[in-house]
């Protein structure tokens, strides 16, 4: 085979191993979402929250692409104080959410009051890996904060 016809054949395999891969990019991504609405078909199967590409543990929730554990007694505005909750090295709160929902969050390595905690709502969320809850009850309604999620205990 002369230098020629060899660099049009290299060509044409190149430009074979591009189409082809473009292909197969756009198959994989397809196939991917369908992995994803199996996996989501799972977990309603047993009965468990589907968050952020995984199986919540029973008893958990998510919100803002966490699982978070769910409690009774959440201190909301209408009076209840909130029980604690979760392991207790962790001083865990159970909270009401900007979502509506109860979970268990840590008030570790903050201060006593709400301006320690970063301002949040059900608009405005928290920054990945922190849970939108309520912190305080001024007259002008409820005071949202991120709060770290609690491991369960």
Same mark, same amino acid.
């Given at each position: 085979?002369?230098?020629?016809?060899?660099?049009?054949?290299?060509?044409?395999?190149?430009?074979?191993?591009?189409?082809?891969?473009?292909?197969?990019?756009?198959?994989?991504?397809?196939?991917?979402?369908?992995?994803?609405?199996?996996?989501?078909?799972?977990?309603?199967?047993?009965?468990?929250?589907?968050? =952020?590409?995984?199986? *919540? %543990?029973? !008893?958990?929730? &998510?919100?803002?692409?966490? +699982?978070? /554990? @769910?409690?009774?007694?959440? $201190?909301?505005?209408?009076?209840?104080?909130?029980?604690?909750?979760?392991?207790?090295?962790?001083?865990?709160?159970?909270?009401?959410?900007?979502?509506?929902?109860?979970?268990?969050?840590?008030?570790?390595?903050?201060?006593?009051?709400?301006?320690?905690?970063?301002?949040?709502? =059900?608009?405005?969320? *928290? %920054?990945? !890996?922190?849970? &939108?809850?309520?912190?305080? +009850?001024? /007259? @002008?309604?409820?005071?949202? $904060?991120?709060?770290?999620?609690?491991?369960?205990?």
């Amino acid at each position: 085979m002369d230098h020629i016809g060899f660099d049009h054949l290299s060509r044409r395999i190149a430009v074979r191993g591009i189409a082809g891969g473009a292909i197969l990019a756009l198959l994989g991504g397809h196939e991917t979402d369908a992995k994803k609405r199996s996996r989501a078909k799972r977990c309603r199967k047993k009965k468990r929250t589907f968050c =952020a590409g995984r199986c *919540c %543990p029973k !008893g958990h929730g &998510c919100e803002n692409r966490i +699982c978070i /554990a @769910a409690c009774g007694g959440a $201190r909301d505005c209408d009076g209840a104080p909130g029980q604690l909750c979760g392991s207790s090295a962790d001083e865990c709160l159970c909270l009401k959410t900007a979502a509506g929902r109860s979970a268990c969050l840590s008030l570790a390595g903050f201060g006593p009051t709400c301006a320690d905690f970063a301002a949040c709502s =059900a608009a405005d969320p *928290c %920054p990945p !890996g922190l849970i &939108c809850g309520i912190c305080g +009850c001024p /007259a @002008a309604g409820p005071d949202f $904060r991120c709060f770290r999620p609690c491991l369960p205990g």
